[in-house]
């Protein structure tokens, strides 16, 4: 992502913002049916990761918009896997 800011007297500053994870490549396991575990497992790393980003950021709708999205996301996911999978950006709690 860039990010340029118009300063004073005609001058313009640009930084670029670098991306802080990368995904590990998982190794092929056996995959009973239809869906798909190493791409399930991959998709679920990146909204973990954008989860817990989101959580840092500080202007609240980019927040919530990105929320909105992972809550989106999520279900698409649970969906997909069907009733025999479980998914939840929060820890289960102990009771």
């Not at 300063?7 to 995959?31: S, T, V």
């Not at 239809?34 to 840092?56: C, F, G, R, W």
């Not at 950021?57 to 479980?86: C, H, P, Y």
Request: charged fraction near 20%.
């Amino acid at each position: 992502m860039w990010i340029c800011l118009n300063l004073p007297h005609g001058q313009r500053r640009c930084f670029w913002i670098p991306i802080y994870y990368e995904i590990p490549k998982l190794p092929k396991i056996p995959d009973p049916g239809p869906l798909h575990y190493v791409e399930m497992i991959s998709d679920a790393t990146i909204l973990a990761t954008i989860n817990a980003a989101t959580k840092q950021i500080a202007d609240e709708g980019a927040r919530r918009a990105l929320e909105s999205g992972l809550a989106a996301s999520l279900k698409s996911m649970q969906t997909k896997a069907g009733e025999g999978v479980t998914m939840s950006l929060e820890a289960p709690r102990q009771v």
